[in-house]
């Protein structure tokens, strides 16, 4: 039962930095690698303002503007530079590891004792209790906001830039600012969830952006997996699913006596494994169709 | 009046300051008065693709001029001067956004040349009537397929839409890249028809890159031949009217001293 509450909240809490990601990887076809450093970056800046005492909420908030400056950065860079975009992220990445260590001080804060964060403003709550709340709230709030942006004049602009660039130019969309808004909210969404998750876990650390990206995809992934084809908003409810459910696998490894410290090769690995899954169903369905094929030509000659 | 399309000493080159340097268009001089309907025909390699696409702003112009409406366009991306053209593609699936519904990427066209903001729905329901109405013209039964995905459509159905998006803000410039060479000749002559329909009901400039000698006579007031990056022949009004394949045969061996061998013209 704790194993399922603990998944809960953090899977809650992965979900809305996959949900980040998403934005990127499948609205640009972008792997964008900034999400590594916006995680921390997110963190850091909440941690830093909560340990001066800044109202938690304020902090959180400053966390999603920062991510949504690293975005801009990237998507500079990527559009206006022309740096492909695998590149641009790793550049921002490293770049933010030292502003990140900049804006702490030192390679990580603690948030444990008296300070306030959004999960000691609920006290009457345990702490996986609060975080499932909070969790909750926030991510009904990105999805509901997503949902209607994207379906605004300049989000249904941007869809199409992803969806077929020369055609939106054509119809006078200006892709370069398009994509940049996408990798600021994408970015934003990232440092949401490392503001959040430095209060829930009671720390920022500079290295605990590691893994951001390769979490976020496994979570899409399982989602896209599990249920195909679906609406933009539905897409985003099952990538909460998705990321529980990749939350409670990891879960049960650790639980079964896997090493913590062998665990980002499990990431890599299963994020290559559900990668291949689109891939397998395919060949299993093909070779399923040619035996069957096979069966009824033979019992065809045999008439 | 001012000229609804103005081209004046339009040069392009190719590998500019190498060994492999080709100048594609040599000195373009051309003016479109409003509401002319030219077909572009010429072999391969004679430039019409590379006068279209400075045109259109998808290749940055080496020396010359482009005015549309009388306005300096030569230096605006293709983003910015998409208020003044609407423009369809020869690959049916270059004109829409496979992923978005149909009404969608039409609602995507309604606001070409517009500032886009967050406040307002991109589709608006106020509109699906007036979409509606427009996707019957049509004839293809499209009207009722309002929220099917565009890409889910066949490549003549897409092209149609193409062009109605192209069309549903009345450019002042249609640009028509051979947007039919890619269909089958029942789906072209479709396509062909509700572009003279369309061009003729909103009285549009057009210029229309074509491959087919036979549509170039048909359809359009004026006929422009290009021919080593310069125009060879520029006939309208009745001698255009009047001109056969034959008679554009010879003019076009009397003009540049040489046969017009290239298969692909010829054959159409």
Known sequence: ?303 | MTNALELRKLHQFFNQGTVNERHVLKGIDLKLAPGEFVAVIGGNGAGKSTLLNSIAGSLPVDQGQIKIEGEDVTYETVAKRARLIGRVFQDPQMGTAPLLTVEENLSLALLRGQKRNCWSFGVKKKQRQFLQEQLALLNLGLEDRLSAEIGLLSGGQRQAITLLMATLQNPALLLLDEHTAALDPQTSQIVMTLTAQLVAEKQLTTLMITHNMADALKFGNRLIMLDQGQIAIDVAGAEKAQLTVPDLLALFKHKSGQDLTDDRVLLS
């Open chain 1, 1 to 303: 039962m704790d194993l399922l509450i603990s998944s809960l909240s953090l899977g809650l809490l992965w979900s809305i930095m996959a949900i980040g990601v998403y934005l990127t990887f499948r609205i640009l076809d972008i792997a964008d690698m900034t999400a590594e450093g916006s995680f921390p970056l997110g963190a850091a800046i909440t941690a830093r303002q909560i340990v001066a005492g800044v109202n938690p909420w304020v902090a959180t908030l400053s966390g999603f503007l920062a991510g949504c400056l690293a975005g801009l950065i990237s998507g500079f860079m990527h559009t206006k530079l022309k740096i492909p975009a695998l590149l641009t992220g790793i550049l921002t990445l490293t770049g933010l590891y030292s502003v990140n260590l900049l804006i702490m001080g030192q390679s990580n804060i603690s948030l444990l004792g008296r300070v306030k964060t959004v999960i000691s403003l609920l006290p009457d709550m345990s702490t996986s209790s609060a975080a499932i709340l909070i969790g909750v709230v926030v991510l009904a709030l990105v999805i509901g906001l997503l949902v209607v942006f994207f379906n605004t004049e300049v989000g249904l602009a941007a869809r199409a830039v992803g969806n077929n660039e020369e055609m939106s130019a054509a119809n006078g969309i200006n892709a370069d600012n398009m994509k940049i808004i996408i990798y600021m909210i994408s970015n934003g969404l990232i440092a949401l969830a490392g503001s959040l998750m430095a209060q829930i876990n009671g720390y920022a650390d500079s290295s605990m952006g590691i893994g951001t990206i390769v979490i976020a995809l496994a979570a899409i992934i399982i989602a896209e997996v599990l249920v195909a084809n679906l609406s933009f908003g539905m897409r985003l409810v099952t990538i909460v699913g998705g990321a529980i459910i990749y939350r409670l696998i990891i879960a049960l490894v650790l639980q079964w006596g896997v090493d913590p410290n062998n665990l980002r090769l499990f990431y890599a690995l299963m994020l290559a494994l559900f990668l291949s899954v689109p891939l397998l169903q395919k060949r299993i369905g093909q070779r399923r169709r040619r035996q069957k094929n096979i069966a009824e030509m033979e019992a065809d000659q045999d008439d």
